[in-house]
């Protein structure tokens, strides 16, 4: 492909890929009601400096992460598309970044093509696309920032090296307002080694400066505004959610620190049989300045997360955009060298993987269905797996020729996948589409009650009704309940019955519970027995009409 369509081409298989799925599938719980509720109370209230979750105080994130999400639905609706778009774009971008820093780095046309297409094929990069959560921004913010860095560096007039440390602040200011303080710690982690291996520190005290101050500008008009307006928040989110979550001995997610070497081979398919090969020439050719960045940015971050107490699979995206850059080097020079041995391996791999997997869903289709009446959800997640087959086994059998279908295998199974699921996870774990089934009843209910914060916040997200009440159930808002004027909005298990007979005093009552045992079982008894009921899955609603005075 020459260089002039590469770029058209990317930005056809990105519209393809990341946007056409965005609303095919309902929102995961928790995380993507959670963002898609905080991000409406924005645009309900007019609040945009503190977050609120249902109306409550919400400090565990900054706050740009959610402007984002709450454009995209101002923009296109609150509709699933809506909600989803910010992390299509920021990955799209990420993609973007990769193939310019692949250029700046080789200039070979193929080299930057291949270094994009396996970071955008990547399955947790591709997932993470369709997934309305702050880590896909976070990771642009974090790759722009080291991208700029090296085009800063590797710049010789004074010119573009100013606007590189100054677009490396503007990454940093967004960054931390998108998630917090990491945003500066992991450009510090790869620039200071690398700047003193290079004799250059000097060049870091006098750059260094200028993204200090652009960081500061971009960040401290809304940090000084979010202390005016909820003096607690700085102590609440530094404390929490860095000291805590990284070296308290109650961390949240504890973890052996060998976590992240697992999933760092599972995050690179369908290139990891690549990963040996890919790892062996950098570290012979640790030696080149480029080479050594990529190392560092892929190894400094992973060394951190895996040191600290608090882990979780998604810190560790920001190290997979200098994964991809090597994977796609030592691809291309296999190319080059007519080499196919190592990517018929990998197709072999992934071929193995796909077949087993189909395998075993037929099995267990035969011996214990999965799918009861979902025929087409079965179909898509068939025409997923035998994308993914087909694609590996081109490139097992013609891996020169083919080299690039394990992509597009994954990025159809990705796309697919989601949509594919069987009503029972749908039922259990997209609770805003039981919610949408019955939004007019709902939406007549002059009170409405919750005792999980994920139906919770899908229940308040779709009828545009951030004063759910939480029955029974605190999780993740105990800092923002423990306000005096957010005590009305919670309902304890021994004031329930009081709390119905006056709520339908006033009108009808509308509940969504989440049934997963005998607690939950018990909290329906003591409510009232002349509501109107709908279940699906674990999820039951019950709809209480207006009690006369």
Not at 101 to 114: D, G, T, Y
Not at 242 to 257: M, T
Not at 352 to 363: A, D, N, Q
Request: glycine residues 8%.
């Amino acid at each position: 492909m020459s260089q002039r369509w590469t770029l058209p081409f990317l930005l056809v298989v990105l519209a393809l890929a990341y946007l056409l799925p965005l609303g095919t599938h309902g929102l995961w719980i928790p995380d993507e009601t959670r963002y898609a509720q905080i991000s409406q109370d924005m645009l309900l209230s007019g609040n945009w400096v503190s977050p609120h979750f249902m109306s409550l105080r919400y400090f565990e994130k900054p706050v740009a992460g959610y402007w984002m999400i709450a454009i995209g639905q101002a923009l296109f609706g609150d509709n699933l598309f809506g909600v989803r778009i910010a992390s299509a774009l920021s990955t799209g971008l990420s993609v973007w970044l990769c193939y310019l820093i692949a250029r700046r780095l080789w200039n070979e046309p193929r080299k930057s093509f291949a270094c994009a297409l396996l970071y955008m094929s990547f399955t947790i990069v591709a997932g993470q696309a369709g997934y309305a959560n702050l880590d896909p921004q976070f990771t642009f913010w974090v790759n722009l920032s080291l991208v700029a860095l090296w085009f800063a560096l590797d710049s010789v007039n004074r010119g573009p090296r100013l606007l590189g440390w100054a677009m490396l602040g503007l990454a940093c200011g967004m960054g931390f307002m998108t998630k917090g303080f990491l945003a500066w710690l992991l450009p510090v982690l790869i620039a200071l080694p690398w700047m003193l291996w290079q004799k250059r520190w000097r060049e870091l005290l006098t750059y260094g400066a200028v993204a200090i101050v652009v960081a500061i500008a971009v960040s401290l008009p809304w940090a000084l505004a979010v202390h005016a307006q909820e003096p607690d928040y700085w102590r609440f989110f530094f404390w929490h959610e860095h000291i805590r979550r990284f070296a308290g001995d109650d961390a949240q997610h504890d973890a052996p620190w060998w976590f992240y070497l697992p999933l760092l081979v599972a995050f690179s398919l369908p290139w990891a049989a690549l990963l040996p090969t890919a790892l062996k020439q950098a570290w012979q050719t640790r030696h080149q300045a480029g080479i050594a960045f990529l190392l560092l940015w892929l190894l400094m971050p992973l060394a951190f997360f895996s040191l600290s107490n608090g882990k979780l699979p998604t810190y560790i995206l920001p190290c997979l955009l200098p994964l991809a850059l090597l994977l796609g080097h030592a691809l291309a020079d296999h190319l080059k060298l007519e080499q196919g041995r190592v990517l018929g391996i990998n197709g072999l791999l992934n071929l193995t993987l796909g077949l087993i997997t189909l395998i075993t869903l037929v099995w267990l289709q035969l011996k214990n269905p999965l799918y009861a009446h979902e025929l087409h959800n079965l179909v898509l997640v068939f025409i997923g797996l035998i994308g993914w087959i087909m694609a590996n086994l081109l490139q097992a059998f013609r891996p020169l020729q083919c080299w690039a279908a394990p992509a597009f295998g994954s990025l159809l199974l990705i796309g697919v996948l989601p949509a594919g699921m069987p009503d029972s996870v749908v039922a259990n774990k997209m609770p805003d589409q039981f919610v949408l089934e019955h939004a007019e009843e709902l939406a007549q209910s002059g009170k409405l009650l919750s005792n999980d914060l994920g139906a919770a916040s899908a229940l308040a997200w779709r009828l545009k009704r951030p004063d759910v009440a939480l029955y029974n159930t605190i999780g993740e808002l105990k800092y923002g309940l423990a306000y005096p004027d957010s005590a009305k909005q919670r309902v304890d298990p021994d004031k329930v019955r009081q709390w119905m007979r006056e709520a339908r005093q006033s009108g009808s009552v509308g509940v969504v519970m989440r049934v997963k045992g005998d607690g939950e079982l018990q909290e329906i008894e003591r409510l009232p027995k002349d509501g109107k009921r709908y279940e699906q899955g674990n999820l039951v609603i019950l709809i209480f009409p207006q009690e006369a005075s």
